[in-house]
């Protein structure tokens, strides 16, 4: 069985750009998380969905962020315009109903 | 509110027994886990207790709760440099949709 897949592995965009990250979450999971860890910090909570409604997106930094979840298989997650402080590496994660969560590799980001 | 603290960094020899404390503010917290990071992998699940459990013992892993100072801790036997990794501890609340608040995680160096 596949695990949670992130693209891409590793992007370096200059700040004022736009970057798509896409996690395809393990088949079959209705749940959907997006997380983030920043310059070695802890790793921070962005957005839940189950299928293809956001269930909390409390973690959601700001406007700039904006995550989707069509037809609730992949998701991706857009940064507009990217800002310095984005930089980090976002997690992506899948869950059927049960208490373990399944993370992808990550996607390393760096807004230069 | 939310917050989980770890120490940094640990270094500790083969075969010598690693512990990686944790402690978390939150007392209605559900489940306590323990996360693995592998450099360039993503989080891999090690194990988990439920909040109302004081140990859970898995082949080399041993979780303590002590919830009454909300402290967690994970003790790895005889550690090999196969260990050598982050480890987060996260927590989940009933009813947050298993949302995890992550620690900062421990760098843990396994030395010859």
Redesign the interface.
């Known amino acids: 069985e596949a695990?949670?897949t992130q693209f891409p592995s590793h992007s370096v965009i200059e700040k004022g750009q736009t970057v798509t990250l896409r996690c395809d979450p393990i088949s079959g999971h209705d749940?959907l998380?997006w997380?983030r860890r920043v310059m070695?910090?802890?790793?921070?909570?962005l957005l839940?969905f189950?299928k293809e409604s956001k269930?909390?997106e409390s973690g959601m930094p700001n406007n700039r962020f904006l995550a989707e979840r069509t037809g609730g298989t992949y998701s991706t997650l857009k940064v507009q315009p990217a800002e310095l402080e984005d930089s980090g590496v976002y997690?992506c994660?899948s869950?059927q109903v049960s208490?373990?969560?399944?993370?992808?590799?990550?996607t390393r980001l760096t807004v230069v | 509110g939310e917050d989980?603290e770890q120490s940094l960094f640990l270094s500790v020899r083969e075969g010598d027994s690693s512990v990686i404390n944790c402690t978390y503010t939150d007392s209605s917290s559900t489940?306590l886990y323990w996360?693995k990071q592998e450099p360039?992998?993503?989080?891999?699940?090690l194990t988990?207790i439920f909040s109302n459990m004081d140990m859970k013992q898995d082949q080399r892993l041993t979780v303590l709760l002590n919830k009454k100072d909300k402290h967690l801790s994970l003790r790895i036997a005889d550690t090999q440099t196969g260990d050598s990794a982050i480890y987060?501890c996260?927590e989940?609340f009933t009813g947050g949709?298993?949302?995890?608040?992550?620690?900062?995680?421990t760098q843990l160096k396994v030395e010859l």
Request: charged share 10%; proline share 0%; hydrophobic share 40%.
């Open positions: 695990g949670v749940n998380y997380y070695g910090k802890e790793i921070k909570f839940h189950v269930q909390d997690f994660a869950s208490i373990e969560a399944f993370f992808g590799q990550g | 989980v489940y996360y360039g992998a993503g989080l891999q699940l988990y987060f996260a989940s949709g298993n949302k995890l608040t992550f620690g900062t995680g």
